[in-house]
C-alpha cells in the first residue's frame, strides 16, 4: 500500500509539473515557458529501478567530461533503457555521447513532464529504439558556432581579417556532421532542413525564435521517436518535476 501511495504521488507531482509547463516561451511559442531541463551543471548518470526495469537517469548539462563517466554508467550490463533530461551543452560530446548509446544498443526516452533540448538530442537520438511519451518535449534549435553571438561578436573583436570565412567553415562543417549524424542513426534529414535549420532563416526584428519544441505528429513524421505515441493504449511514463527527489518512478 506504501509503494502505491508512493507511485501515485508521483504521478500526481508530474502532472502538476506538466499542467505549469504548458505556459508558452513568449519568443517561442513552441515550448513552455519554463522547460524541466535539470538544474545540474554537469550530466550526472544514476540508475533506478522502475516497475522492475533497471533505468539509467542521465540528467544535466552536456560538458566536456562527459563521455568517461558514461562509458562507466553503460558498464552496468543491468541497465534497460536510459532516460535524458538536460538543456544541452557541447555539441560536439553530444555527438560523440550519441554514438556511445548507440554502441550500447539501448532504448531512450524522454519521460512526460522532461525536457531534452539541443545537444541532448544526440544523445536520445542515440537510442536502439526511441520514445517520447506524451508530455515529453523533444526541443530543437539551429546548431552551428553562428548561433553563439557571443562567441561570433568575441572573435570578430579579435580577428576581423579572417574570422568570418573561419565561421562559415565552421558551420558548414558542424552542419555536415549533424546531417551525417542523423543519417546514421535513422532520423529524417527533414528534421534539418524544415525545422532545425529554419529557425534562424525566419527570425526577424519581430521573430525572435531561436528554439521548437516538435509535436507528437512531428515526433513520427521525422522518425525522431521509433515507437510512435498509442495515446491511453500505451503507458505513460511520469517522471518526478526536480532535482531534489527520493524514492521511485513510474514507468
Not at 500500500?1 to 505549469?20: P, Y
Request: aromatic share 6%; proline share 4%.
Amino acid at each position: 500500500m506504501r509503494k502505491f501511495a508512493s507511485l501515485v504521488a508521483l504521478v500526481a507531482m508530474a502532472t502538476g509539473h506538466i499542467a505549469a509547463a504548458q505556459q508558452a516561451d513568449r519568443d517561442n511559442p513552441t515550448c513552455p515557458a519554463a522547460p524541466n531541463w535539470s538544474t545540474f551543471s554537469q550530466m550526472r548518470f544514476t540508475v533506478q529501478e522502475v516497475n522492475g526495469q533497471r533505468v539509467l537517469l542521465a540528467e544535466g548539462q552536456i560538458d566536456e567530461n562527459l563521455v568517461p563517466r558514461l562509458e562507466a554508467a553503460l558498464r552496468d550490463e543491468t541497465i534497460q533503457e536510459i532516460w535524458l533530461r538536460s538543456p544541452g551543452g557541447n555539441a560536439e560530446v553530444g555527438n560523440r555521447a550519441g554514438l556511445l548509446i548507440r554502441q550500447s544498443g539501448l532504448p531512450t526516452r524522454i519521460p512526460a513532464g522532461w525536457t531534452c533540448f539541443s545537444a541532448c538530442n544526440f544523445l536520445f537520438m542515440g537510442g536502439i529504439a526511441r520514445f517520447v511519451d506524451n508530455g515529453g518535449i523533444f526541443m530543437v534549435h539551429m546548431f552551428t558556432f553562428t548561433s553563439n553571438r557571443t562567441a561570433l561578436r568575441s572573435s570578430l573583436e579579435r580577428d576581423t581579417a579572417g574570422t568570418v570565412g573561419q565561421v562559415e567553415q565552421q558551420s558548414a562543417l558542424l552542419a555536415s556532421a549533424d546531417n551525417d549524424f542523423l543519417i546514421r542513426m535513422g532520423v529524417s534529414r527533414l528534421l534539418l532542413t524544415e525545422v532545425m535549420y529554419r529557425q534562424n532563416a525566419v527570425q526577424s526584428a519581430t521573430n525572435r525564435t531561436t528554439r521548437r519544441c516538435l509535436t507528437q505528429q512531428e515526433v513520427n513524421r521525422y522518425n525522431v521517436a521509433t515507437t510512435p505515441w498509442q495515446g491511453a493504449t500505451q503507458q505513460q511514463t511520469a517522471a518526478p518535476a526536480n532535482d531534489n527527489r527520493r524514492g521511485r518512478r513510474r514507468n
